[in-house]
Structures are given as C-alpha cells and as structure tokens.
C-alpha cells in the first residue's frame, strides 16, 4: 500500500509555458493520458490547467484554442515533496477543496 506521495506520483509531469495555447495543453494531456499540466513562468511552476479548466474557462466561454493556457489556468497551487505522507497530502488537499488528484 502506497505510503507517500512518492509511492502514487508521475515522475515526469507535462508541464507548459503559460504563454503556449489551450491546444499544446490538451494535446500534452492525450500524449501523457493524464487530466493535468503544469504550467510554468519561464520555468518555474505557476498554476496547473486541467481538462475541465479548458471545458469550463474556455469552451463554455467561447474562446479559441489559441487562448493562453495562463488564462484558463488555477494560479493558486499547493505543492508537496515526495516524502509527503498520503494522509498530508489528502489533508492539503482536503482543506484547499480539491476534488481531484
């Protein structure tokens, strides 16, 4: 059974300038059959866009795929170690409101 977050974690996660389109995004999530990419500020991490952020900021909002991924991304990101037990990193998760992992 999975102890930390090491044990349950992508090793490489995609990640994407927040300058790049939605499209380089949702193509990035096919490539690595996942929901999420990291978005990044000249390399350092700066949000996350996830499948239904591009659904909901920008389909349902009728913009393009050549949007900016910074402005379907959430800004506000938590961030653990690998080390991090599953039940801190559930509690983090918990207490932000996040739904999915």
Do not use: W, Y
Not at 22 to 38: F, H, P, Q, T, Y
Not at 44 to 54: K, N
């Amino acid at each position: 059974m999975a102890k930390t977050v090491a044990d349950v974690m992508t090793s490489h996660p995609a990640t994407i300038e927040g300058d790049q389109p939605v499209s380089v995004a949702a193509a990035l999530m096919r490539e690595n059959d996942a929901g999420a990419v990291i978005v990044n500020d000249n390399g350092r991490m700066a949000g996350i866009v996830t499948d239904r952020d591009i659904a909901v900021r920008v389909v349902a909002d009728e913009k393009g795929p050549q949007t900016p991924v910074r402005e379907a991304c959430s800004p506000s990101v938590e961030a653990v170690g690998p080390d991090t037990s599953i039940d801190q990193a559930f509690q983090l998760m918990r207490s932000h409101a996040i739904r999915r992992r």
